[in-house]
T-cell receptor, first 116, second 111 residues
Framework: EPEVTQTPSHQVTQMGQEVILRCVPI?????FYWYRQILGQKVEFLVS????????KSEIFDDQFSVERPDGSNFTLKIRSTKLEDSAMYFC??????????????FGPGTRLTVL | DAKTTQPPSMDCAEGRAANLPCNHS???????VYWYRQIHSQGPQYIIH???NNETNEMASLIITEDRKSSTLILPHATLRDTAVYYC????????????FGAGTTVTVRA
C-alpha cells in the first residue's frame, strides 16, 4: 500500500541553524501539507501546498518557514533559523485530487526535530 | 468547521467492541465526520469518514445519528494495538482543506 515517507526520522540541530525536513508524498497525490505536534500538545496545521503554491498557511508558519517541491517526488519544509520552540514532531501529509469530491489526507511517520 | 467534543479517555477490554462517542451538535450540511487515530506520537492514521449514512471498512464502523449531531466510532474487536488517541474531526468536504485536531480520546485496550 502506498504511503507517505519522511526523512530523517530524528533531526537534532543547534538554535539558529537551518533545517530541511523531507517528505515523499504518495505518488499520485497533488495536495501536500505540513503539520506539527509539540510534545504533549495537539497536532497543528502549518501549511498546505498545491500546484507549486502555498494555498493556506497558519499563523505559526511565519517568515522562518518555507516549503518547496524541488522535483516530482519530494516536498520539503525549511526552517531558516531554528528556535528552541520549534522542537516538535513534524508530519507531512498528502491527498489526492478528486474532482467534485474531497480528499483524505494520509500522514507520514513524522520527523522529530530537537533544537538545542 | 464545527467543533467536536470527545471524552478525554476510555478503557476497553481486549476482544470486546470499543464504542467511541463524538458530539458535533453544530455540524453543517456540507461537513463530514472524519476519524483518525495516533499511536504513540506516530503520524495520524486515517480510519473512516462519513456524511450521514453509516459506514464500515476493514478497520471500523461509523454510526452517525439521524440529526447528525453525534456519531460513534466502533472498533469491533479491540486489540492491544488499538491503544491510541482517537480524533473525531468535522470538516468541509473539499480538496485542500486543513484538518483541525482536538485533544481526542485516549483509548487504552487492556488484556
Amino acid at each position: 500500500e502506498p504511503e507517505v515517507t519522511q526523512t530523517p526520522s530524528h533531526q537534532v540541530t543547534q538554535m539558529g541553524q537551518e533545517v530541511i525536513l523531507r517528505c515523499v508524498p504518495i505518488s499520485n497525490h497533488l495536495y501536500f501539507y505540513w503539520y506539527r505536534q509539540i510534545l504533549g500538545q495537539k497536532v497543528e496545521f502549518l501549511v498546505s501546498f498545491y500546484n507549486n503554491e502555498i494555498s493556506e498557511k497558519s499563523e505559526i508558519f511565519d517568515d522562518q518557514f518555507s516549503v518547496e517541491r524541488p522535483d516530482g517526488s519530494n516536498f520539503t519544509l525549511k526552517i531558516r533559523s531554528t528556535k528552541l520552540e520549534d522542537s516538535a514532531m513534524y508530519f507531512c501529509a498528502s491527498s489526492e485530487f478528486l474532482a467534485g469530491s474531497t480528499d483524505t489526507q494520509y500522514f507520514g511517520p513524522g520527523t522529530r526535530l530537537t533544537v538545542l | 468547521d464545527a467543533k467536536t467534543t470527545q471524552p478525554p479517555s476510555m478503557d476497553c477490554a481486549e476482544g470486546r467492541a470499543a464504542n467511541l462517542p463524538c458530539n458535533h451538535s453544530t455540524i453543517s450540511g456540507n461537513e463530514y465526520v472524519y476519524w483518525y487515530r495516533q499511536i504513540h506520537s506516530q503520524g495520524p492514521q486515517y480510519i473512516i469518514h462519513g456524511l450521514k449514512n453509516n459506514e464500515t471498512n476493514e478497520m471500523a464502523s461509523l454510526i452517525i445519528t439521524e440529526d447528525r449531531k453525534s456519531s460513534t466510532l466502533i472498533l469491533p474487536h479491540a486489540t492491544l494495538r488499538d491503544t491510541a488517541v482517537y480524533y473525531c474531526i468535522v470538516r468541509v468536504m473539499s480538496n485542500d482543506y486543513k484538518l483541525s485536531f482536538g485533544a481526542g480520546t485516549t483509548v487504552t485496550v487492556r488484556a
